[in-house]
């Protein structure tokens, strides 16, 4: 590379989205870049001129191992929508100005599906300017639903954390014993896809039974045929753990979490916040079974919880961030890194790369039959598509007893 | 020893009482104890008759660092009070009949505040009827308000998973930009004790400013300081994150939590069970601050969260597991194993043995010149206090990429 890289983080945080960055920038030191930036808050500050140097940041190999450790996005993230180019050419010329300014040879951007929708605008905007800038997107959700790419940096870590959280509230969950039984619900995150509570299925084991019930989002919900299941298995079992997905939604289209109270939240992409599907569902219950109930949200910790990472899962974004750099500068744009699987057993997975627009604004959503036909659990192929994304560890660096992470001081 | 041993649990799970029940196990075959039971479900159980032999379940060295890797009660837990003895003769009748035909020598009950009164009163009886069965408590609880010990284990685990998770949080919290700020709050639990809620101090460090806010139930909360002082950090930074413990009140003795919604639950003891506080507090801060607010429950994984548990903490409940059956074999009985600190840095700690009816009933709170005077903070002795008790790390026995435990199945 003879020019400058800059590179951004959109979106939902993830446990692992720093390590794509530590790949970005080591990729990029490696093959020459002069400068690498990190613009701060995404696209929404490259406009406010708000970037770093990177170099002044990771000073060494130790930094490197801490940024991959580091959960939350370390630049800063932002969920800003670009406006259509036809309608808005000025916001264009002013990030190209600072593009040019800067002078960068690429621009990386790490995200998700609406991040997809920001390189897909600004390769499009280059094509018809005729600029030399390359825009490579890196793929981030622990959503896990960007088409075209096998799944996601960032959903093997939260999908080892649910597992491993949902295994540790059955055990829990079976300590007190409770004259008409106890119900436990987990609410996952997941708006419109089940990868992530699918994944509780990973608490089952030769030790575990696993959650007795799955809702995915993918299928209709219904509240009468879920209690009926539930009293069924509270007759012979003293405990019913149940995972549902914040985004589970009755026959007329309502989310369960809208059953109860009112959504108070919708972010510049027009998705809803929703959370409370837990706690009405256990309202619901004790009110219909007069059991005992717990509702648990795994809330951002599903997201954050990088001293349980996947040691897959942090080298895959590495990976995935070293190849975007890769592509830019073997002349690629308007590209998205994708993952490839060659094999389950033994795992095998490499790089590719496929044009963004073909992904962006599109969700890949769990397939309808590794969901039970009923809709209370997933299938056998749900598991051997997770299993090899969970596996290894990243040892946390521990400091006096905490995981030590990159440092970068926040102020207004 | 000559006879047999049997060993319950009573109370809430924490991530450590495994590890006392290896050591009970471990010690007491070590000393010659013929048999070694368990009670399901505590005393409770026990007056069923139902208990296991432990040697069945537990089979070799792999079983024994399997169990204090297993979060929960392994054996069932209980809450469940024991009659006074001159009400209910019948009772003491009933489970000495049950002790005697299992031959049994020492009984070890592991628990808080709660258990030691059982243990209280079933020495009472053992005197006043002549038994020669020893009665030795094991001190247990994530709350550490047992009196006379310096700390509890469970504490350490909890304290642990609590100061990495809000570290997670903080790290979080920051990633997006909101216009008028965003503001989080982690509930933690506690009733009347803050020791959980003040461990989120062990966020801060080189690399973390910690919660901004940390409220503890030994003092009053008072909600409209609480929102001036939200205001005021929003206007320098753009996230503000605040610990609060599930028991903070009014000065009219309310819970927070009673201020927006009914309590359902009342145990065996007496005590309400506690939620929603961080809820009602988001609710409060965004009516009256209109900023972005998210409300965070550690809930049963603070308990549960064996993965991430404290090596000194696993350790020194192995030790005081083996410390009551030595105990039990030396002629004591009516008493509890304690843990005597001697010195901070280099953490020295050892085991003593003290009159359980100088702790049964007996809570111990955070000192209040470790709070500080506004009551939003813990002080520098706080952190004195619990650093050590986190220190080392018990590597969870991976399988397939999630933890192992040792299982016993449970139906019902």
Chains 1, 2 share one sequence.
Not at 84 to 90: L, R
Not at 127 to 143: A, M, Q, V, W
Not at 314 to 341: H, N, S
Request: charged letters at 25%; a negative charge; proline letters at 3%.
């Amino acid at each position: 590379m003879k020019g400058n890289v800059i590179v951004g983080q959109s979106g939902g945080p993830t446990a692992a989205i720093n390590s794509s960055l530590a790949g970005v920038y080591r990729t990029a030191k490696d093959r020459g870049a002069k400068k690498v930036y990190g613009m701060l808050h995404g696209i929404q500050g490259l406009m406010e001129e708000k970037y770093i140097d990177l170099s002044e940041h990771i000073k060494n190999d130790l930094d490197v191992e801490l940024l991959k450790r580091t959960p939350a996005a370390y630049l800063g993230s932002c969920r800003f929508k670009l406006p259509d180019i036809h309608q808005d050419m000025a916001t264009y010329e002013k990030i190209f100005a600072i593009l040019n300014k800067l002078e960068i040879e690429a621009l990386i951007y790490i995200g998700g599906n609406d991040s997809m929708d920001t390189i897909k605008k600004l390769s499009d905007y280059s094509i018809l300017t005729g600029s030399e800038i390359k825009f490579i997107g890196c793929p981030k959700t622990i959503d896990n639903d960007l088409a075209l790419t096998d799944h996601t940096p960032g959903y093997g870590s939260a999908a080892k954390y649910i597992g491993t959280s949902v295994k540790e509230i059955i055990r829990d969950s079976y300590c007190l014993e409770y004259e008409k039984g106890v119900v436990t619900i987990v609410e996952i995150m997941g708006r419109n896809a089940g990868w992530l509570t699918g994944a509780s299925i990973l608490a089952k084991g030769e030790d575990c039974a696993g959650p007795d019930l799955i809702y995915l989002p993918e299928v209709t919900f219904d509240l009468h045929k879920f209690r009926d299941k539930v009293a069924k298995l509270l007759e012979k079992q003293p405990s019913v753990v149940v995972a549902v997905s914040e985004g589970i939604h009755t026959s007329d289209g309502k989310y369960v979490c809208e059953l109860g109270q009112a959504v108070d939240f919708v972010d510049a992409f027009g998705h809803r916040q929703l959370s409370g599907t837990a706690s009405y569902l256990t309202s619901f219950i004790a009110g219909e079974l007069g059991c005992k109930t717990r509702a648990i949200e795994l809330s951002t910790l599903q997201r954050a919880g990088s001293h349980l990472a996947s040691r897959v899962d942090i080298l895959e974004a590495y990976q995935v961030g070293g190849a975007a750099v890769l592509a830019a500068d073997e002349g690629d744009t308007g590209k998205m890194v994708t993952l490839v699987r060659h094999s389950d057993d033994p795992y095998q997975c490499g790089t590719e790369v496929k044009d963004v627009h073909k992904i962006a604004n599109d969700e890949k959503l769990v397939p309808k039959d590794w969901i039970s036909k009923d809709g209370s659990y997933v299938s056998d192929d749900f598991i051997t598509y997770v299993r090899p994304l969970i596996q290894g560890d990243v040892s946390p660096i521990m400091v006096d007893g905490i995981p030590r992470h990159l440092y970068r001081p926040i102020t207004k």
